[in-house]
């Protein structure tokens, strides 16, 4: 088991571009999350996945955020067209089933200038 | 509207003092997980509560599930440096199909002073 593992650990780009991150999550999980955390606020939810079905999606994924688990083992998430108000901690995290608890990697933190 | 309120929202202590965060909600959840979170890291489980008036007990850490299973407490007796973090509940809910989510409270800021 090593964990929830996210790239890059930081990201840094100009308001406009695209940016992709990557999850690689622990090998027998079927679950995988996305969440974002800002300043003094936390995880909310953004998506999750079942093997490679994305099952829900928070109001808080505007159509500029996708997610994709293309063969149910690691995931990415791109956001196009940035806005500073994208700024946060992209948290991925992972669970064997609906009811265990997740296991957080240490995520992706994302500035646009 | 903040489903999970959590107090206080930073608390710094001495090496040696006890103390108490809350977790609060109009809500009722399936189940309960705490989780502490250190700079620049993810969150990492500490416990699941799951039924209520449940106590569960981890060295120095003492969580409570309410027994409406709205609220939960964590205590910490003679808290430590390490345990320096941000503390935070997450409540799960079935939102339907199978599925739980989990909301989580904006945490508790711990910092324990040597």
């Known amino acids: 088991d090593t964990g929830v593992s996210q790239d890059p650990r930081h990201k840094i780009t100009k308001r406009g571009q695209n940016v992709t991150f990557r999850c690689d999550p622990i090998s027998e999980h079927n679950r995988l999350y996305w969440y974002r955390q800002t300043l003094g606020q936390g995880p909310e939810f953004l998506t999750y996945?079942?093997?490679?079905?994305?099952?829900?999606k928070s109001r808080l994924l505007s159509d500029r955020f996708s997610a994709e688990r293309p063969k149910g083992s690691f995931s990415t998430l791109e956001i196009q067209r940035t806005e500073q108000g994208d700024s946060a901690m992209y948290l991925c995290?992972?669970?064997?089933?609906?009811?265990?608890?997740?296991?957080f990697g240490n995520g992706t933190r994302l500035t646009v200038t | 509207t903040q489903l999970l309120e959590q107090s206080p929202q930073f608390l710094s202590i001495q090496e040696g003092e006890n103390l108490t965060v809350y977790c609060n909600s109009s809500s009722v959840f399936s189940s309960l997980q705490w989780y502490r979170q250190e700079p620049g890291e993810g969150p990492v489980l500490l416990v699941t509560?799951?039924?209520?008036?449940e106590v569960k007990k981890l060295k120095r850490l003492t969580f409570q599930f309410g027994d409406a299973r709205k609220d939960s407490s964590l205590h910490i007796t003679a808290a430590q440096p390490g345990d320096t973090g941000l503390y935070l509940c997450a409540g799960a809910q079935d939102s339907g199909a199978g599925s739980y989510q989990l909301t989580f409270g904006k945490g508790t800021k711990l910092s324990v002073i040597p």
């Open positions: 509560v799951v039924t209520g008036g």
């Open positions: 996945f079942q093997n490679e079905a994305q099952l829900e």
């Open positions: 995290a992972s669970s064997w089933d609906f009811s265990s608890p997740l296991h």
